[in-house]
């Protein structure tokens, strides 16, 4: 492994970091204040999130099955932030309900 793989990796890494608390963030905060501005935001920063994972996986050389666990990934941190905040919103409506 060269050493520009090793540096890409690790900033590719770090922006993964950044980027996925950044969606997961503006996801929170754009359903909460209902502004369709940070939903937006949202998918911008999972937007990066995919390009920096993308990044991640081909500076650390993966193949094979590795691409299929890496789309897995990006697929269910796409999805699955929406599922849970369903699932939160149902919660607190039946809570209220006595």
Known sequence: MRSLDI????????FVVVCGA????CLALGRLRDSR???HTAWLAYAGL???TLLLAN???LHGGWWLLV?????GYGL?????WHLSAATHVKNERG
């Open 7 to 14: 540096l890409s990796g690790a900033l590719s890494a770090g």
């Open 22 to 25: 950044s969606y997961a963030a």
């Open 37 to 39: 501005r940070l939903m």
């Open 50 to 52: 995919a390009f920096s």
């Open 59 to 61: 500076a650390l050389q």
């Open 71 to 75: 789309a897995t990934m990006l697929i």
């Open 80 to 84: 699955l932030p929406h599922a849970i």
